[in-house]
């Protein structure tokens, strides 16, 4: 009893346990002390009730006392307060109910409430209901060939895709204003528009990422770009599978609603493709498919806050995919092959039938792909069904390469001269320059990306010499340069006469170094 006693807590807050109550439970453990608690508690209400006359009973009643009407008032009004919707808390209970824990120290059961003993009740979070935020209205939402003219302005060639992603991410937007505007209603509700997901092919080099780079640039909707080669399976060593829709909420400021109507671009889609031999546990393959599809079709999904992967201390966020829309890409190498194969043994036999080599030479061979190639490929059923859209990319030519050397917005050649311009250098490149460029780029076999491994070759001796001597005012870059049988064309500045007199230089300088 002293020990109970003097352990700091406030007994008196127990429900139903006074001093005398717990010293007779501790003399008597079986309950007897309690018994006869409640004796003396009857006995001494019975003599209070004896106090009262029935006169004073029926005054009361007829005519209730200015006191009695004032805490009938104040009652009504805690009890308003109480069932207030902008209270975030509600409390389990009045204080005066205890937990069962048992028998102990000869306490009754149901007589410990420990949140008394705390000075606190148990508190449960009221689960706040979601209110819709209109993104944009329908008159701002671009149209396909808007989308398309933006992205001519970066990307090269690849019309059908710029097609397919243009009206893609118009009807991803009209989707997003059907959910969330209040105009949506005079549509209709009746019917509900599902999204389309789409798997991007072509060969490493074409472009695909680049696209949805250049794409994440122009919408308003944020879009998130994760990388398929980082996922395994739930349990082993690397990225879950939500670990794509945690950049997803970041891309969206940590706004759940703005994340859930959001665009996901799953680059190398292909290097999770199904392993065709393996003695070990497939965690990188066919179990991370498996796991994409409840992704893919739509679900309720929780997201680790600012890591790729769950633990008991990452906060957790809960998203649905229904109206997220999904791009995938890959390079899928050998897929050509397998297209070929298929092709070559539905070709007829005899002197009419096709050769062999007929497909080798062709350069949009995987625009006949079909889902029996990718399933040979590794890809399963499932996942191929939750991608019902397939677009492809031609493989660069010469004349595609040419162009991306100097068209784009952000073309190579523009952000070299940029840097030569920083020094007051223009610099320049012939035409069978640009040729050779793009036919070195053709033989590497990586697409655009083996451009600047070029350039970046025979650059480096020009941005090295160029700032030793300030009087060189431009460089043509020539065939021979590159061929390494001669060397760029460079032209010195010219000045005025007042230049020279502040300048004090010699007399006027000729191009110092010529070669054709």
Not at 112 to 127: S, V, Y
Not at 343 to 362: A, C, E, H, Q, V
Request: with cysteine.
């Amino acid at each position: 009893f002293d020990m109970m006693m003097g352990s700091g807590m406030d007994w008196t807050k127990m429900s139903g346990i006074t001093p005398e109550l717990l010293k007779n439970m501790y003399l008597n453990p079986m309950g007897s002390g309690d018994r006869a608690q409640k004796q003396e508690n009857t006995g001494t209400a019975a003599g209070k009730k004896d106090d009262v006359s029935e006169a004073e009973k029926q005054n009361s009643v007829d005519n209730p006392t200015e006191a009695d009407t004032d805490e009938d008032a104040e009652q009504t009004v805690v009890d308003a307060d109480e069932t207030e919707d902008g209270d975030d808390f509600e409390e389990d209970g009045d204080g005066s109910e205890g937990i069962p824990l048992g028998n102990i120290f000869g306490i009754p059961v149901g007589q410990i409430d420990l949140g008394a003993l705390m000075g606190q009740g148990h508190k449960r979070r009221k689960k706040k209901k979601k209110v819709k935020k209109e993104l944009f209205k329908l008159s701002e939402i671009p149209a396909p060939h808007a989308i398309k003219a933006q992205l001519d302005e970066y990307v090269i060639g690849q019309e059908q895709a710029k097609k397919v992603i243009a009206v893609a991410v118009y009807n991803h937007y009209k989707r997003v204003f059907s959910k969330t505007s209040p105009d949506a209603g005079k549509y209709g509700t009746d019917v509900d528009i599902e999204k389309s997901n789409i798997l991007m092919i072509g060969p490493t080099g074409s472009g695909k990422t680049y696209l949805v780079k250049t794409l994440a640039k122009l919408l308003d909707v944020p879009l998130a770009i994760a990388d398929a080669t980082s996922l395994t399976e739930a349990g082993y060593i690397g990225d879950d599978i939500e670990s794509v829709l945690t950049k997803l909420l970041a891309a969206a400021g940590g706004d759940v609603q703005k994340a859930e109507m959001g665009i996901v671009f799953i680059d190398e889609i292909d290097k999770i493709a199904k392993k065709k031999s393996t003695n070990t546990r497939d965690v990188s393959g066919e179990s991370v498919q498996q796991e994409l599809l409840k992704l893919l079709e739509g679900a309720d999904v929780e997201v680790p806050v600012g890591t790729g992967q769950k633990n008991a201390m990452t906060p957790m966020e809960m998203i649905n995919t229904d109206n997220i829309l999904f791009i995938c890409g890959g390079a899928f190498p050998d897929l050509e092959n397998i297209i070929k194969e298929r092709l070559t043994n539905t070709t007829s036999i005899g002197f009419g039938s096709d050769p062999k080599d007929k497909y080798d030479k062709d350069p949009d061979i995987l625009s006949k792909v079909t889902n029996q190639d990718l399933r040979e490929f590794g890809m399963i059923p499932e996942f191929l069904g939750r991608l019902p859209v397939t677009v492809t990319l031609q493989g660069l030519t010469k004349e595609f390469l040419v162009r991306i050397l100097k068209e784009p917005k952000n073309a190579i050649l523009k952000q070299y001269k940029k840097l030569l311009a920083m020094d007051e250098v223009n610099l320049n490149f012939d035409d069978d320059a640009l040729e050779w460029i793009a036919e070195q780029a053709l033989k590497k076999d990586t697409g655009a990306r083996a451009l600047r491994a070029i350039i970046e070759e025979f650059m480096l001796d020009i941005m090295f010499e160029i700032p030793k001597d300030p009087e060189i005012g431009s460089v043509t870059i020539t065939r021979a340069y590159l061929e390494k049988h001669g060397g760029p064309r460079i032209e010195m500045r010219e000045y005025s006469t007042a230049d020279k007199k502040a300048a004090a230089l010699p007399g006027p300088t000729e191009a110092c170094y010529k070669a054709e």
